[in-house]
């Protein structure tokens, strides 16, 4: 049995990924950009195996056994298979591949796994098929914005041109080391309803959204301009696009035909206390980004993190008063929010509206890790998960 | 002393006004159209008297006396006694005029009072000096959707297109009472706090909106569309195209930067009510739309308003379970919601979300009182809410 096991991170557009003009390929109606996040606080970590002895695919997520018969998955495993290196000696063609992946992060924390999990699935199959050359396009047909998962630091979906997807990829915008003061604080909202998938509300979006055809002239520009920004780390700038293209993305959204809500109240109160504070300070120095979800992902730098994080605690603090919210990742140390701050911001107190937050940085691509500790399945090639239970 | 007595109708637009090309003449970026809504449940009185004692001219609104001395007062004071009649004894360039404006509704309602106090006054006082012809240009200058409350029905607000503004008037497009099933359901909904005001609002969204051209694009077919579905009495089409035409008002909103927010997670409620509802009746019955504001207007035919009443009250009843929802306007006959129905709408019972609703028709445009016991002003022109305090 030959294993690989690897991890891969998390990524948060700051210009969104709205709509596929081929659902099949996955290739989307415009470009996107994202963050990488840091591995420590978020990722998926997956362990491919294949041996001659397995009868058929199997998969098991976060200790569940899944079916591997989605036309998604089919896609991932025939693409990979069809690169597969020829001085390598596993027979990618015909032998049964295991694989087990599991999150550090709750799946209800409604952060986006399946970019990391696709991400980490194509990485390490491309270690164990020994695949030469691109990949984020073979991730790209798991889940469109998992092609972004393949590199660290800042990185570029492009949408690309031809119509076989091969241009459509993921490159890297800065590395990982580049912008080393940029913290991003993930504000877990409490009300996790269910939302309208993003798959679905995509197809809709395209469908009969009126503005989404304006959206898609203006992209180009907002990306070449946040490019620029984030080489030059220039804060002002890219927080102010950062925020422009999480409302536009929404506003779309609300476009739709039914229309598609993410945000909510409490998503508004940050929104609120964001440029509440920013104008206090004179000074852009937050943005926020939202999902297909009402969590906030805020972007600051390092300096203004524990005021900010103080606040935060202010203004959106546990039921129970007098404890501070949970900070997952990086630790702040909090401050008593000074009376000005207190006094320029003008939006209610509202406890338990925040769940946690998760304190990270921007990160690295996928890792192999070499430690056959870190394998998650046994030497049957079932997960160590369901041994030990 | 000369006086006239007045009353002027609300009206809710379903093709929304969002953006002025000209902020004096108040010309719009786009057409709007808007049903008239019935004066019994909501509507401005207003009484204005000229007479040689006056010293200056003054106003009243609901009680209290305001200052005469904005821009917009002044451009329909000065274009309404450019228009005086020849054959009037009244001598309008040189008398002082005494205004007393009353609404019929709270302006907490958050209802557009503005448009039915400036249609009010304008109609006043083309009556008091005898202006001929068209008049709805002058109600603009004072808030541009007055001019739509200067005709009863549905009234569209044609742009125009000459720069002195003289072609952007209001047109009736069908009779009060061309289409007597509509009903109009206006949700007050309870949490009123201070929203960005439209004017404001609207000014930013043409500074910086990147999506308001294209919707500026899309409009006209609108207005061809529901003109067509009003005078057919089409309601499929017309609902659908007032539910897009909100959603897309608010998108474009969200557009904005900073991003305005006018729909609460209530309005949202609401909405996805409507649209549950619809899609268990499979047919379009209702629909909702939203001004600057949480509250929702919800347009449907008579044969399904205790049914959708009653469902409305279900989801959304008063704080004190076992009491009904305070019902303003047309009485409705409450009955029991089906299990069917309550089963199809997956939408979470929300307490005092909702403080009133008011039951309305399609209305009459404004209205001469002529009894003289309807006058606002006493002998000496002053106000006779006053005088029996």
Chains 1, 2 share one sequence.
């Not at 020994?130 to 984020?136: A, K, L, P, R």
């Not at 509300?201 to 469908?207: A, D, E, F, P």
């Not at 950062?242 to 035909?257: E, G, P, R, V, W």
Request: with cysteine.
């Amino acid at each position: 049995m030959k294993t690989v096991t690897c991890t891969a991170p998390v990524n948060i557009a700051v210009i969104k990924y709205w709509g596929k003009k081929d659902e099949d390929l996955i290739l989307p109606t415009n470009s996107s950009l994202s963050a990488t996040l840091g591995q420590d606080e978020l990722r998926a970590k997956t362990t491919v195996a294949v041996d001659s002895s397995f009868k058929e695919d199997k998969m098991w997520l976060n200790g569940k056994e899944e079916g591997v018969v989605s036309k998604r998955i089919q896609n991932v495993f025939r693409e990979t298979r069809k690169r597969k290196g020829n001085q390598d000696s596993v027979d990618g063609l015909n032998q049964k591949i295991h694989i087990c992946s599991e999150n550090n992060f709750p799946t209800a924390a409604g952060l986006a796994s399946s970019a990391a999990g696709y991400a980490c699935l194509v990485y390490s199959l491309s270690k164990l098929f020994n695949v030469q050359g691109e990949i984020s396009d073979i991730a790209r047909l798991g889940s469109g914005s998992a092609c972004r998962s393949i590199y660290g630091g800042f990185v570029e979906w492009q949408m690309g041109s031809l119509s076989d997807g091969s241009d459509s990829i993921a490159k890297q915008v800065t590395h990982d080391h580049h912008w080393p003061e940029m913290c991003i604080l993930v504000l877990v909202v409490s009300d996790q309803k269910k939302h309208t998938g993003s798959t679905q509300g995509m197809q809709i979006s395209v469908q009969n959204s009126t503005l989404l055809q304006k959206r898609i002239e203006i992209v180009p520009n907002r990306i070449k301009n946040i490019t620029k920004a984030i080489i030059d780390k220039d804060f002002v700038t890219f927080a102010e696009i950062t925020m422009k293209d999480s409302n536009q993305f929404h506003a779309i959204c609300l476009d739709t035909y039914p229309p598609i809500s993410y945000l909510t109240d409490v998503s508004r109160q940050i929104i609120s206390f964001v440029h509440q504070f920013n104008d206090h300070c004179q000074q852009t120095k937050v943005a926020y980004t939202f999902d297909a979800g009402p969590n906030a992902c805020l972007y600051l730098l390092e300096e203004d993190l524990p005021r900010v994080v103080s606040l935060v605690n202010h203004y959106f603090p546990p039921q129970n008063n007098g404890l501070t919210l949970t900070i997952q990742g990086r630790p702040v140390t909090l401050q008593t929010p000074t009376q000005e701050d207190k006094d320029a911001i003008n939006i209610p107190v509202s406890p338990n509206s925040i769940k946690y937050l998760i304190n990270t940085k921007i990160g690295k691509g996928p890792q192999v890790l070499s430690d056959p500790k870190e394998c998650l399945l046994n030497d049957d090639g079932l997960p160590k998960s369901l041994q030990s239970q």
